[in-house]
């Protein structure tokens, strides 16, 4: 049995279930993925990913609910609407801690191994430790490096949505995905001129050239529409907050589309950027 805990992003969580899954398969193993809906990554994993997935293996997803809405900005409001709301997400993060906390000493009891990536630097786990020994990972990264992106499957709506904002435009779509926000590696080192230098060059290469903008700053975006104009192409109606569903979403037509684009230009030290560029085999310049 391999089971597995992926943390933090969606992307970052990706990488952990594949790398899962292709232990699981070469090993003969059973896959159990514990996804817990946070703060970092607010969904189902049934929201975000087909049925089909994972489907040579025989798979149990165990799912948590560890987060709804952030208490800070209910109590923003005083009102009975938001103390009830309040209420609610505490109820939520109290059965949370009790359900997961079941779980998770169910399985660690049942594993021979356990590695907690948090307490080892995200050191690579030998995968031949796997063989004949059931093994329980908690990981926000990677667990050998050795899954495939190739096992996994978004749901089609994703894909059909992605076509229609990019699928026209492959050909003369240079990808650029801008990461800000907490980021403080990809904002000292892919500074915005980096980026509009680079693009600039590009479009002296190529006139038709336009570039699918993918940013978690929405000033960093317009400050690349008063540059290059209409050659900036960009998901419509962008929801920025990765706490709620349509975030979420949203990331995931982003990634999908960065990926179908020529290449990507991206940001330093950015799992997005990089799973974009390996998820769609395409070349990633890291500015």
């Known amino acids: 049995m391999i089971v597995c805990e992926p943390t933090s992003g969606l992307t970052s969580r990706i990488y952990v279930i594949s790398d899962a899954y292709e232990l699981a398969k070469k090993y003969g193993h059973k896959l159990v993925i514990i996804w817990n809906k946070t703060a970092d990554c607010n969904c189902r994993y049934d929201q975000v990913f087909d049925d089909r997935q994972f489907e040579d293996v025989e798979t149990n997803i165990i799912e948590c609910n560890r987060f709804c809405c952030k208490i800070k900005e209910l109590m923003n409001h005083i009102c009975v609407k938001s103390i009830i709301k309040t209420l609610k997400e505490i109820f939520v993060r109290i059965l949370y801690l009790v359900k997961h906390t079941i779980i998770i000493g169910i399985y660690r009891v049942r594993c021979d191994i356990y590695k907690n990536f948090y307490l080892d630097n995200n050191e690579l786990f030998d995968e031949k430790k796997a063989i004949g020994n059931s093994c329980f990972f908690e990981a926000y990264n990677v667990i050998t490096g050795n899954g495939s992106l190739k096992s996994i499957l978004f749901k089609h709506e994703f894909i059909f949505e992605a ?46 050239v336009c570039f699918f903008v993918s940013t978690d700053d929405v000033k960093e975006q317009e400050a690349l529409q008063k540059v290059f104009d209409k050659k900036i192409v960009s998901q419509p ?26 290449y990507i230009l991206g940001s330093n030290a950015s ?10 085999s395409k070349d990633l310049f890291v500015m």
């Open 163 to 208: 076509n229609s904002i990019v699928g026209s435009l492959c050909g003369n779509c240079i990808g650029v995905h801008i990461r800000r926000t907490d980021h403080r590696l990809a904002k000292t080192v892919s500074t915005t001129a980096k980026f509009v230098t680079r693009m600039k060059q590009e479009v002296l290469k190529n006139p038709n």
């Open 237 to 262: 109606q962008k929801v920025l907050n990765r706490d709620t569903w349509d975030g979420i979403h949203c990331s995931i037509i982003d990634v999908l589309c960065l990926s179908k684009t020529k």
């Open 271 to 280: 799992v997005f950027s990089k799973f974009a560029a390996e998820y769609g």
